[in-house]
């Protein structure tokens, strides 16, 4: 198992045909080799005919539960939101314009991916717009979310870029190196929303008046550091890691046992379709939006009030990334379902091992992954490569419950 090894002694060399494929040439062409192999157009097919299905959103049995997502004031300040997206879009010369538009309904609020590779053209990528554009974004990103969650988004998308300098990729991998996109009209009224993806980020907000749902999120560093030597120095997803572990060790030996679904982070007892090279061990990963994801491990109800009190914190940081009212809505919801909520494990839960963690209920689903290297040699999960997930299951990601409702 990888514990806490130095990023920096897996680093490929610089002769490596991965880097090779990427150094000299722009996005497009490092694209097309990429997406020539038959790995790639295999996963493209793949998740297209993901895309192309109707949503119903990520169930535990196949059956969505009604009634879960209501309509409600829940003090999200609109007015800001929508003074930032406008101004944004008043950067755009009239092809982005064009460009980033879509209808509130659109399927490409699910086109999200992960890999570097361009896997689609929808939006426009950040990095090709102005630099007004970009300042606007930050704007916009500030308006939708907490001061910490802004922090976080900001530190994800420099760790893409903090990768690049490690290889002299930043044409390929930076900061801005994310499809923006933009659903509906501004309006403190009537439902919008906006986009962002690429390499390690998804992160999609819907709003309607004054309230407001992000996600899917996908939030993914390697290296987990930040370490230039000044102030863009940090550590990422350390609570998570730390806080999951805990919980974890406070279940007592039977609990542990039941909740561990597999003991070894690349099982030879998992079945063909519970690990695959994209996602690892995630189950909630780009375009799987309808998966039939059963429920598994040791039901939260068995918890303590300790217990349930650290799984609350873990929460809370997963979704450090809304705003106050939003946030306290949101966090209320999820603990009134805690008795019909399981959490399960892959790994060890020794305070070195490597692990993989889920929590999920009918209305959050929330998984933590160690992984092992794609820009990086470790061939097993370190724990400088990590990746993290939200979603709502019963169909309100992409806030599409609430907007079933508004268009009745």
Not at 128 to 145: G, I, N, P, V, Y
């Amino acid at each position: 198992m990888m514990t806490r090894d130095n990023f920096r002694d897996y680093l490929m060399p610089a002769d490596a045909e991965r880097i090779g494929l990427a150094r000299g040439v722009d996005l497009q062409t490092y694209g097309a080799r990429m997406l020539a192999t038959d790995k790639a157009q295999k996963l493209r097919a793949h998740w297209q005919a993901m895309l192309d299905e109707t949503f119903r959103g990520i169930t535990s049995n196949g059956e969505v539960q009604p009634d879960l997502f209501a309509l409600r004031d829940e003090g999200f300040a609109v007015e800001a939101a929508v003074r930032a997206a406008q101004a944004l879009f008043s950067t755009l010369d009239s092809a982005q314009q064009q460009q980033v538009s879509y209808a509130i309904d659109a399927k490409q609020w699910r086109a999200w991916y992960n890999p570097e590779i361009p896997f689609n053209d929808y939006g426009v990528r950040l990095d090709e717009t102005a630099a007004s554009t970009r300042e606007a974004f930050w704007s916009l990103l500030q308006s939708c979310t907490s001061a910490r969650g802004f922090r976080k988004v900001q530190h994800v998308m420099d760790a893409n870029h903090f990768l690049g300098e490690l290889y002299d990729l930043t044409h390929i991998m930076n900061r801005w190196s994310f499809h923006f996109l933009l659903f509906g009209t501004p309006s403190t009224t009537q439902p919008w929303g906006w986009s962002i993806y690429g390499h390690h980020v998804a992160f999609c907000c819907f709003i309607s008046g004054r309230q407001l749902v992000i996600a899917p999120t996908f939030f993914g560093v390697e290296p987990n550091v930040i370490e230039r030597g000044d102030a863009s120095d940090c550590v990422l997803f350390r609570e998570e890691e730390q806080l999951g572990l805990a919980l974890m060790q406070s279940l007592s030996a039977g609990q542990r046992q039941r909740a561990t679904l597999y003991a070894l982070m690349e099982d030879p007892l998992m079945p063909a379709e519970r690990f695959n090279f994209a996602d690892q061990r995630h189950l909630g990963g780009a375009f799987q939006d309808n998966r039939v994801i059963p429920l598994e491990g040791v039901c939260v109800a068995e918890f303590t009030p300790a217990q349930r009190a650290s799984l609350m914190a873990l929460v809370a940081v997963f979704l450090d990334f809304l705003p106050d009212g939003p946030r306290a809505w949101r966090l209320r919801q999820i603990e009134d379902h805690l008795e019909e909520s399981w959490w399960s494990w892959i790994g060890g839960h020794g305070d070195d091992d490597v692990f993989y963690y889920r929590l999920q209920s009918p209305v959050v689903m929330l998984e933590f992954d160690h992984h092992s290297g794609m820009w990086l040699t470790n061939e097993h999960p370190a724990r400088f490569h990590i990746h993290t997930i939200t979603r709502i299951p019963n169909g309100n990601d992409y806030g599409k419950a609430l907007l079933s409702q508004l268009q009745k």
